[in-house]
């Protein structure tokens, strides 16, 4: 009987006893397949800096917010809006924002809303992060580098926005993260004017000026460059009202030399020309199956087609030329560039359309490539700061160098000169030069927007058929609202007037 | 000496036992129950010895008592065993005698001089000093007994019989305290050896216990009544068990018998109306679509408000993977302080489920089976292809559809998609054993098919439950079961652009072909929509699941009153999700010319658990004090792969071969997951003759999931109980059985569905680039939150147990409750963890019991039970009040809202006030109290809650003399649906088709209707979330009618078999309700699994916590006929 008691404590014994050993270490639980992110003043290492600027570059083209926000909605944003483009197939968001009757519930403008801020946090994340490196593999050249592109990519965000929206909040460092109260009362940031962001954007781009590399020095177009800089600074001082001319001048000739056109138009559109001597800032995609494994596949959804490759068949795709751009081009008689940018297309017995008849339906075809993903993206190319220059000379009175400029423009695609003689003229050549040259790259609306001009043309717009559109484009309506969403989250947001 | 007499009922010649009435013990001259002889030939000499006994005193009963003990008896014996003067008595031929063998004062020796002395003298002389008395019957026969109330053994036969007389085999039957111990065979009958004060404890499956004390009877007959209503019911709790009559806390309890006959898959099915405080609905009709279950309400925002399920022992928040056929009884523990045990996972209420286990005796071999049909509870009206025509031609205000397209495709696609599904279920189990050792051992295959293809659920499952009495103080018990299981699924719960089936089918234009000419599946080519069979065939999702969960314990009785009980257990979990999509059939799968992905996920989970028990008794008064430790740690291994760009040439082959081909293989991604659990836990319960009962509980939790620091929460609870009725004034009382008032006061956690390093802000690595991306934030100080809730309840019953009432009242306050906040976009985050808000639940729930009818053949009880809980929302992070971030409804935002004030579930929207006869738009109320057709999103209002007022359920069974019947009906009242699949079938914005009732639209100036006109511009003005669409949720339903035949035992007896039965069962037949969409019961972001773009999946906690009520067009409900067939072998 003793014999059995002994034995059972013992048993019980050394169960307790295997209890008790290693109770502790079995709490320590760390991630594997996620990093621990560093915050605050901890330093990271260099290595880490590279792949954090990595990382803001992978998130500006990619798939979670990138690919939308700089691809798909640009051309919404900057053609369906303005007269290029119809709204196309049957999506309420898209419909609603073609004809001017989009709402604070807008899916497009709230998931630009989100996608730009996701954007601009994550480049504020690897700001702080990189300022915070003394890791002395990491040279103080490549940090203030990496710094300097992460400001830059931040900035141009906030040139988006700014544009978009009007007022927007500015945020430009991580969220606090010591306790719940203090981790929310940091995010719930009000609007700033608009002169204020625009302030918060040229301080990012003169630190970047001096930071980034030179045009030649970097591995691709994609990587922000001194003439990456100079070209936005350009076009922000186009855009900040009031316009000053002196510095668009300025920056774009600072740009200006270290590019030159193709020769062929076509060869922007091919494929075969990527980081050409005309592109200042382009998104490289390499296709689905490329290292990055990113493909833009944009086009797949505004040309399409039933066999992978582009044939317009199977259902009516996005983002339709307008009649108004189409008769542009037509009496311009600019069969290049609408060759290069339109494919008409007999979709007769697929569906009809209230545009356009359906034996000579057109698709958006600059990106030509639904099947591979493999179309880059201009965001900024030298066409655009030739032609923004001009618009600053002839804002100077220089209708002569404008016109040089222009004409440059005009006689890659086989143009005549401009007609344009006086200072009036031009301002409307350049602009149709524009519209036509740059279409379907996401430029129309802003420029309309800039010049004053968006209520008087959009308000004008007429069907194929010679009926006026009715858009009724009123001034409130030059910016969006804010989203609903945001206003819900976010107490301090003010709707914008009219809303 | 007493004697009975019975009317033997049950004789049936030789086959039954005869019924003695007489103590066998009485009995001279047979051999011991467990001679070595022949025992057939030593049962039949038993029989026939009985039958004559009984014949000699049936005879001795004809005559009077009284006329006995002639003759006169001589002897002169020295220093014999009285057993031996019995004999000589016995030789000298007056007088005969009956006694036991084993009568140890036969043994004492004495003196035996007599001359001439009367049998009385005689024996009175020679019994002297002993426990031996006499009886004189008639003819000379004296029945020698003893006195002494010490254990004899005796034996007992007897039979066991349910409620309505049918022999029960495999029946436990134990001596109470000892470990003799039987079953009773294919006749319902046992023998076994007992002391003849000895307690008889008999228990089965689906009854309740039952304890008879032999009081020296030979014969012992037994009638179970079925389980939950006995007080002496036990129920398992956590860590162990108690009888019913003693809980302090709220335990609700569904047994075996609940089950029965019902063609469920998942056990969390059998709690729907079962249960009072357990509200459960099926997420959609989907196959393997799981169910939503809450107890007691919701407490919490982000983290789980699941229940905790506890497996023979082991922790689990999925048992999908179970068989429900095995199940013994399920407990559920509603409040803190029969919760709280279970600590910081507890605060969801814990379901404890038990499954068979073997009982001594013959092995007992069952099979069941049913077979069903299923078709959708109810069908919806589109239009026509003519209707259609002229609808769309209206809308785009062109002649988009033609006449021609309209003869070449008239197709009715909610009949294309809803077909009759169907079920089956095979179940194969033995159960049995020896007194050392019992099993339970079961086989089950069911599967079925959806009523929309290829929806489609099967699972094998094997179970093995192994006792083992080592010795007599250490038992060993062992379970394990093994499953794998199947699921197709469609994709539904999604709009039509979203590729939802269900949408789909209402949308698609009867006009669109189901293939085109090149075999590719018709589109409706002005929004680009694939016709249903895009989801049905052009991509498929199938997954596997493996699990094996098995349990290995050692119960040590240390010393008298102390147990020490040692479980490890593991949950091993593999699941395959693989998905395909094909690059030939589809517009999806054109432009991405096909994708393929496959997740594969290891789950694997250890648990121990040493707890030490120890009971003693103190007078009145009974303690029991419980102590244990555990240790739980989970981790998961998963692995994503993906390709996409596969040349048509190869969509046909199976997956594997697919992928090799495929021409972009996208890197794979790798996630992994850990997370630990220790716990100290302790229980003292104490009762003062079964009068005052008290408890106590307290764990300490230390996890894993929050920071160092952090890491440590205590929760206790106290409890006490009343039972009025044992007080001396109650007695007089004869109509309360019982009455207790219980009171219970507690505190739970919640963990579930935190992130294992939610504390931490983190990077996730992108596979192409190894750069990091995704960042989450959180704050450092992530805690658990924590539920402290006080229940009130009360216990009687009356009548002799034949009506039982049970009610609880409750308040249940959440604090610290994980929210995942969304943040405004400028975060750059969603969503932050944090603890910041507050929730409460109030409820009662009851239950009543009645045996309506307990006469002879007819019987009839009923039982109800309803449950009413009121959640609230008290208080979100800091100033916040209201986050309208829920419910997205496609192309229209969000259509539920997180309020102060309110319960979750909120819907959030406009008023709707009707159309508008001059325009046809339809108009909504402002905040300026006018009307307008282009509201304000500021005009939007709080418009009701999903959440229903109460629960509710009833089950009749009437059983007459073979035939069963039961009724089992169920409900839900007050709860509100948003109905966003009629909101997408009445926009009238786009080509996609739309639902019948838009024929009644306004088409000119002064229509009266309530269905707007066309929308033109493709604004959505006319089907804003509004409460147009906003729905009463309420519906009454009759979930299982089912007819069961019993054969007869005749019947059964020539079949060679133990028991048979054959059931017809309809379930879902009828649905009372208003709702306009398939079906009711409805929960479209129900499921707990949320697949992401990628291919991986991910808990959407969020969704299946706030965003219920919701109809996204989920997978109709069906109906089903089936019929089953129980067997079990001799």
């Known amino acids: 009987m003793e014999n059995k008691i002994i034995f059972k404590s013992a048993l019980l014994f050394s169960c307790v006893a295997l209890v008790l050993s290693g109770c502790t270490k079995l709490l320590n639980k760390q991630p594997v397949t996620q990093v621990v992110r560093q915050t605050g003043a901890t330093s990271i290492t260099a290595t880490d800096a590279e792949n954090l600027i990595l990382g803001v570059y992978t998130e500006y083209k990619g798939y979670s917010n990138g690919i939308e926000f700089n691809v798909l909605d640009r051309v919404v944003n900057g053609d369906v809006i303005s007269d290029n483009c119809y709204a196309g197939g049957d999506n309420p968001d898209n419909i609603t924002l073609d004809l001017f009757k989009a709402n604070p519930l807008n899916g497009n403008i709230s998931r630009d809303w989100a996608d730009a801020y996701a954007m601009i946090a994550n480049a504020n994340l690897a700001i702080e992060q990189v300022a915070a490196c003394t890791d002395p593999a990491l040279t103080a050249d490549r940090k203030n580098q990496i710094l300097g592109e992460a400001r830059f990519m931040r900035a141009f965000t906030y040139f988006d926005l700014v544009r978009l929206f009007g007022k927007v909040p500015i945020v430009l460092t991580p969220p606090d993260q010591t306790n719940s109260e203090k981790l929310i009362k940091s995010v719930l940031v009000p609007q700033s004017s608009v002169d204020s962001v625009y302030d918060a954007i040229l301080s990012d781009m003169w630190y970047a000026r001096t930071t980034v590399g030179d045009v030649d020095a970097n591995p691709s177009k994609w990587i922000v460059s001194k003439g990456t800089v100079n070209a936005m600074l350009a076009k922000i001082y186009a855009a900040k009202s009031p316009t000053n001319w002196d510095s668009v001048a300025y920056y774009s000739d600072q740009v200006i030399p270290n590019y030159s056109l193709l020769p062929n138009y076509n060869f922007l559109w091919d494929g075969n020309h990527k980081d050409n001597n005309e592109a200042i800032w382009e998104i490289d995609f390499f296709g689905y199956g490329s290292n990055d494994y990113i493909g833009n596949w944009a086009p797949s959804i505004w040309v399409g087609g039933s066999t992978g490759a582009f044939d317009g068949g199977g259902w009516k795709k996005f983002n339709t030329p307008s009649n108004d751009l189409i008769n542009t081009f037509i009496a311009e008689n600019d069969t290049v560039r609408l060759d290069a940018s339109v494919t008409f297309l007999d979709i007769t017995g697929q569906w009809t359309d209230a545009y356009w008849p359906s034996n000579h339906y057109p698709f958006l075809t600059k990106y030509n490539d639904p099947a591979n993903g493999t179309n880059d993206v201009y965001l900024i190319r030298l066409a655009d700061i030739l032609l923004l220059r001009a618009e600053a000379f002839n804002a100077n009175g220089d209708v002569t160098s404008a016109a040089n400029l222009v004409n440059q423009v005009r006689a890659r695609v086989g143009l005549p000169a401009t007609t344009a003689a006086n200072q009036g003229d031009m301002t409307l050549a350049i602009e149709k030069e524009r519209r036509l040259e740059l279409a379907f790259e996401g430029h129309r609306w802003f420029d309309l927007l800039r010049t004053g001009r968006a209520i008087p043309v959009m308000n004008a717009q007429k069907d194929g058929s010679g009926n006026p559109l009715n858009y009724n484009v009123q001034q409130y309506q030059l910016v969006w609202p804010i989203p609903q969403t945001q206003l819900d989250l976010n107490p301090l947001l003010k709707q914008n007037p009219n809303y | ?1130």
């Open chain 2, 1 to 1130: 000496m007493r004697l009975k007499q019975k009317p033997n009922t049950n004789w049936r010649g030789g086959a039954g036992f005869a019924l003695l009435t007489i103590k066998s013990k009485n009995m001279k001259k047979l051999p011991p129950p467990d001679g070595r002889s022949n025992p057939r030939l030593l049962f039949k000499l038993f029989v026939i010895m009985k039958l004559s006994i009984v014949l000699v005193l049936l005879a001795v009963l004809e005559v009077k008592a009284g006329v006995y003990a002639q003759g006169s008896i001589t002897l002169n014996m020295q220093q014999v065993e009285i057993q031996k003067v019995l004999s000589r008595i016995e030789k000298q031929g007056e007088f005969r005698f009956l006694y036991n063998y084993d009568l140890e004062s036969l043994k004492k020796k004495v003196d035996a001089n007599f001359q001439q002395s009367t049998i009385k003298d005689v024996l009175n002389t020679v019994f002297a000093n002993t426990d031996l008395t006499y009886k004189l019957l008639e003819n000379n026969l004296v029945v020698v007994i003893s006195n002494t109330q010490e254990n004899q053994d005796i034996r007992v036969t007897g039979k066991v019989t349910g409620a309505n007389n049918e022999p029960l085999s495999g029946v436990s039957v134990q001596v109470k305290g000892t470990n003799i111990g039987t079953a009773t065979n294919n006749s319902g009958e046992y023998t076994l050896s007992a002391a003849e004060n000895a307690t008889l404890r008999f228990s089965y499956i689906g009854y309740a216990d039952k304890e008879v004390e032999v009081k020296g009877q030979n014969v012992v007959n037994v009638q179970l009544s079925t389980a939950e209503k006995s007080l002496d019911q036990v129920v398992v709790v956590g860590y162990g068990s108690q009888r019913k009559k003693d809980l302090t806390g709220a335990v609700s309890v569904v047994t075996a018998a609940d089950i029965a006959n019902r063609p469920i898959i998942d056990a969390s099915e059998a709690l729907q109306g079962k249960a009072a405080g357990v509200e459960v609905t099926s997420n959609s009709g989907k196959p393997g679509a799981g169910l939503t279950i809450r107890v007691r309400g919701s407490s919490s925002i982000s983290a789980g408000n699941d229940p905790l399920y506890i497996i023979d022992g082991i922790p689990t928040t999925d048992i999908s993977s179970f068989n429900p056929n095995d199940i013994e009884s399920i407990s559920i523990l509603k409040d803190a302080a029969s919760a709280s045990i279970y600590g910081t996972r507890a605060a969801n209420g814990v379901v404890v489920i038990t499954t068979k286990k073997g009982v001594p005796g013959k092995s007992k071999i069952s099979f069941s089976t049913y077979f069903g049909t299923s078709s959708a509870t109810k069908k919806l009206s589109v239009l026509n292809g003519k209707q259609y025509q002229d609808y769309a031609n209206e809308q785009k205000q062109s002649t988009v559809i033609t006449d021609s397209m309209v003869q070449a495709n008239n197709i009715n696609w909610p009949n294309e998609v809803l077909q009759n599904g169907a079920q089956q279920n095979y179940q194969l189990s033995i159960a049995g054993g020896s007194e050392k050792t019992q099993h339970y051992i079961s086989l089950n295959y069911t599967n079925q098919k959806g009523i929309i293809k290829p929806a489609n659920f099967d699972r094998l499952t094997g179970r093995i439950n192994l006792t083992a009495k080592a010795n007599d103080w250490l038992t060993l018990i062992t379970s394990t079961v093994i499953s794998r299981s199947h699921n197709n699924d469609v994709t539904d719960n999604a709009s039509v652009a979203r590729g939802g089936v269900v949408l789909s089918a209402l949308e698609t234009p009867p006009t669109v072909p189901k293939f085109n000419a090149d075999g590719t599946i018709g589109v409706n080519p002005l929004t680009g929509w694939d016709n249903p069979l895009g989801a049905i065939l052009g991509s498929y999702t199938k997954n596997l699941n493996d699990r094996l969960l098995s349990n290995l314990g050692a119960d040590v009785k240390l010393f008298k009153g102390l147990v020490f009980q040692s479980r490890f257990g593991i949950d091993y979990q593999n699941n395959q999700a693989t998905s395909f999509l094909d690059p030939y059939l589809t517009v999806n799968g054109r432009n991405t010319q096909g994708q393929q992905s496959q997740t594969k996920s290891n789950i694997f989970t250890w648990l121990s658990e040493q707890t030490l028990n120890y009971t003693t008794t103190w007078g009145k008064s009974h303690f029991s004090v419980l102590a244990g430790w555990t240790a739980q740690d989970e981790h998961t291994d998963q692995t994503t792969i993906s390709g996409s760009f596969l040349d048509t040439i190869y969509r046909h082959l199976p997956w594997d071969q697919a992928y090799l081909r495929d021409s972009i293989k996208s890197p794979a991604s790798k996630y992994i997951d850990d997370w630990a659990l220790i716990s100290y836990l302790g229980r003292i319960t104490y009762d003062f003759d079964g009068k005052y009962l008290l408890q106590a509980n307290l764990r300490s939790d230390n996890s894993s999931k929050f920071a160092p620091g952090n890491r440590t929460a205590i929760f206790p609870s106290f409890s006490a109980g009343w039972r009025i009725s044992q007080e001396d004034f109650m007695q007089s009382i004869a109509a309360i059985n019982d009455l207790k008032l219980r009171v219970g006061w507690g505190q739970n956690g919640n963990q579930e569905g935190i992130g294992s390093y939610a504390y931490l802000p983190l990077y996730s690595i992108d596979p192409a680039s190894g750069a990091p991306t995704y960042p989450t934030v959180a704050p450092q100080s992530l805690t658990w939150e924590t539920s402290t809730q006080t229940n009130i309840g009360i216990d009687a019953s009356f009548l002799n147990s034949r009506l039982i009432f049970s009610g609880d009242f409750y308040v249940k306050k959440t604090k610290n409750v994980l929210y995942n906040v969304q943040l405004p976009s400028q975060a750059g985050f969603s969503v932050a963890p944090v603890n910041g808000a507050s929730m409460q639940n109030i409820g009662e729930e009851f239950l009543i019991s009645s045996k309506n009818i307990v006469q002879g053949d007819l019987k009839w009880s009923t039982d109800f039970t309803i449950s009413f809980n009121q959640n609230k929302i008290t208080g979100l992070i800091g100033d916040i009040t209201f986050v309208n971030g829920y419910g997205n409804v496609y192309a229209r935002g969000n259509s539920i809202a997180l309020a102060r004030g309110y319960g979750l579930g909120e819907f959030y929207g406009y008023i709707a006030k009707g159309v508008d006869p001059l325009t046809g738009h339809e108009l909504y109320m402002t905040n300026a109290d006018t009307l307008s057709d282009n509201p304000s999103p500021s005009d939007r209002k709080l418009l009701g809650n999903a959440q229903p007022k109460f629960v509710y359920g009833m089950t009749n069974n009437l059983s007459y003399k073979n035939f069963d019947l039961t009724v089992f009906i169920q409900g839900s009242q007050g709860g509100k649906i948003f109905n966003a699949g009629r909101l997408e079938a009445e926009a009238m914005v786009n080509a996609a088709n739309q639902s019948s009732a838009v024929l009644a639209r306004w088409r000119q100036k002064g229509d009266i209707t309530n269905i707007p006109g066309v929308s033109t511009d493709a604004t959505t003005n006319n089907s804003l979330i509004s409460t147009r669409f906003l729905e009463d949720g309420s519906y009454l339903r009759f979930k299982t009618i089912t007819l069961a035949y019993r054969f007869s035992q005749k019947l059964i007896n020539k079949l060679g078999l133990g028991a048979a039965s054959l059931y017809v069962s309809g379930n879902n037949l009828i649905t009372i309700t208003k709702y306009k969409g398939f079906d009711p019961e409805v929960n479209s972001n129900g499921n707990p699994i949320r697949v992401n773009a990628d291919g991986t999946q991910s808990n959407d906690n969020e969704s299946r916590n706030i965003s219920l009520g919701l109809d996204n067009g989920a997978y109709p409900q069906s109906k089903m006929f089936l019929v089953g067939l129980n067997i079990s072998l001799k």
